[in-house]
């Protein structure tokens, strides 16, 4: 190997930097590996919420691919809508999983996080961040009373307990008592083709057309892999 050589591979090796505890063979620098580390400990990351979170994110895109990468998970990086999230890669050969996917929603989930999408494409529309209120989400709901199957009285329990889940994917992000901002990752959790088979599948389930089997499963398919998304 020539001496042209060395100088080129050892340009190309990053440095490694001071080390952050006793016999730490890291060799990313603190913030990227913090960053790293966020990404691969949250759901998504959003812009609007966290953003110096996200412009770190932006700052060290190449790196943290490369490191999800080695861990065969994708990084999604929409800059229009100001999230990223981690997604499992799909390959032929027999890889570990990581990220595992969440339990199938409850109908009530599934309308609410439906209608979240649709809310959210009126507002990039316009421009504007959507905002929602808590009783609003619950009034929506409503519509759906006489198609649920269960116990008439702990319909609204349901609703609230829709409304959680949909919290705790992070689409809906306090602002106040009982409002809410709707994050970007709606968009990305429910893809336009997600979004018709759903739409297609409440409509059949609300007026009784179709098998109930094969509604429900077409309103599962959109379950998005846990870490991501």
Same mark, same amino acid.
């Not at 080390?19 to 759901?43: H, I």
């Not at 009034?139 to 307990?161: G, I, M, T, Y």
């Not at 970007?184 to 759903?198: F, N, P, Q, R, Y």
């Given at each position: 190997?020539?001496?042209?050589?060395?100088?080129?591979?050892?340009?190309?090796?990053?440095?490694?930097?001071?080390?952050?505890?006793?016999?730490?063979?890291?060799?990313?620098?603190?913030?990227?590996?913090?960053?790293?580390?966020?990404?691969?400990?949250?759901?998504?990351?959003?812009?609007?919420?966290?953003?110096?979170?996200?412009?770190?994110? @932006? $700052?060290?895109?190449?790196? /943290?691919?490369?490191?999800?990468?080695? #861990?065969? =998970?994708? *990084?999604?990086?929409?800059?229009? +809508?100001?999230?990223?999230?981690?997604?499992?890669?799909?390959?032929?050969?027999?890889?570990?999983?990581? @990220? $595992?996917?969440?339990?199938? /929603?409850?109908?009530?989930?599934?309308? #609410?996080? =439906?209608? *979240?999408?649709?809310?959210?494409? +009126?507002?990039?529309?316009?421009?504007?961040?959507?905002?929602?209120?808590?009783?609003?989400?619950?009034?929506?709901?409503?519509?759906?009373?006489?198609?649920?199957?269960?116990?008439?009285?702990?319909?609204?329990?349901?609703?609230?307990?829709?409304?959680?889940?949909?919290?705790?994917?992070?689409?809906?992000?306090?602002?106040?008592?009982?409002?809410?901002?709707?994050?970007?990752?709606?968009?990305?959790?429910?893809?336009?083709?997600?979004?018709?088979?759903?739409?297609?599948?409440?409509?059949?389930?609300?007026?009784?057309?179709?098998?109930?089997?094969?509604?429900?499963?077409?309103?599962?398919?959109?379950?998005?892999?846990?870490?991501?998304?």
């Amino acid at each position: 190997m020539s001496i042209a050589d060395d100088d080129t591979r050892a340009a190309r090796t990053p440095a490694r930097p001071e080390p952050l505890f006793a016999g730490d063979q890291g060799r990313l620098p603190a913030e990227v590996r913090a960053t790293l580390v966020r990404v691969l400990s949250s759901r998504f990351v959003d812009g609007v919420r966290h953003a110096p979170l996200w412009n770190r994110v @932006l $700052r060290h895109e190449d790196v /943290l691919r490369s490191r999800l990468h080695d #861990l065969y =998970l994708e *990084l999604v990086v929409d800059r229009r +809508r100001q999230v990223a999230f981690t997604q499992q890669l799909e390959l032929e050969d027999d890889v570990p999983v990581l @990220l $595992r996917r969440d339990k199938p /929603l409850t109908l009530a989930a599934t309308v #609410l996080l =439906l209608h *979240l999408r649709q809310e959210y494409d +009126r507002g990039a529309v316009e421009g504007r961040d959507v905002v929602v209120e808590h009783r609003e989400l619950l009034d929506h709901l409503e519509a759906w009373k006489d198609v649920d199957d269960q116990n008439p009285a702990q319909f609204r329990r349901r609703c609230e307990s829709a409304v959680e889940n949909v919290k705790e994917k992070g689409v809906l992000a306090p602002v106040s008592d009982g409002r809410y901002r709707i994050s970007g990752i709606v968009h990305s959790m429910l893809t336009a083709e997600k979004v018709d088979a759903m739409t297609a599948a409440l409509a059949a389930l609300a007026t009784g057309e179709g098998g109930e089997q094969g509604d429900q499963d077409a309103l599962d398919d959109h379950d998005e892999q846990d870490g991501g998304r």
